[in-house]
């Protein structure tokens, strides 16, 4: 394996790893469940396909390679998806978006 590829590896996995690392951050810091589901289902799935990618770069076969690109177009589809399912759900349960206003019932 070239040293290009294994290079090009290396920077798709650490922009991965940094897309994911952002993605759980807001999460964490994000105030309601909308802004943290748009964060989970964003990042996530691209830091995810990132990684995915860097791993079929480095995959030792085709049929490897092959596998991880099908889990990259299936987490582009799935993860957007599941967002707006979960998203949809909780607006028609009644659960209101986040305002930003001090008289929130929540502040």
Partial sequence: MSLAVQALATVLLIAGLVFVSFGTLGVLRLPDLYCRAHAATKCDALGAGLVLLALALLADSGG?????????????????????????????AGVRPWTGEKNDERD
Wanted: glycine share 4%.
């Fill in 64 to 92: 490897d390679a092959l596998r991880n690109l099908a889990l990259i177009a299936l987490l582009l589809v799935a993860s957007p998806t599941a967002g707006h399912a979960l998203t949809r759900a909780a607006w028609h």
